[in-house]
């Protein structure tokens, strides 16, 4: 079991919720392909859209992956991105700035934007669980917890 961030506009996280799916890195394959079915998947959304560029920086959506490969869509005839297959288990957007003195992978917390540079990038299963209990997700965390015990 494997713990994602995928950092996505919250306009593009609903519209991916909406059809049951996400994307990662402009569409490309390559980090997808490293998720595998029954992966959870929180999803920060530096901005509330990719076109007014308004921040938001807030943890909007927490998925599982429910299939096990990516897939290729077209969206325009010069457009054809790569998606995962998900099922969202909530969407209670959370600010982050309260939880990153205790995200692990927040090495630097002065500089604690950094990571989500990468777009789709694992963390820790603690890190995980600490963004679902602020997310007020109670069912997941309880998975969450289930699944670090065993």
Known sequence: MTYWINTVSHDHVQHGMAGGFTQANHGKSTNLQRLNNGDWIVFYSPRASMKNREPLQKFTALARVVDDAPYQVEMTPD????????????????????????????????????????????????????????????????????????
């Open 79 to 150: 457009f054809h991105p790569w998606r995962r297959r998900v099922e969202l288990f909530a969407d209670n957007a959370t600010s982050i700035r309260p939880l990153i003195e205790q995200l692990r992978f927040i090495h630097d917390k002065e500089r604690w934007g950094y990571p989500f540079r990468r777009g789709l990038f694992p963390i820790p299963a603690a890190d995980f669980a600490l963004i679902a209990e602020a997310m007020g997700a109670s069912a997941v965390l309880a998975e969450v917890m289930r699944e670090m015990k065993s």
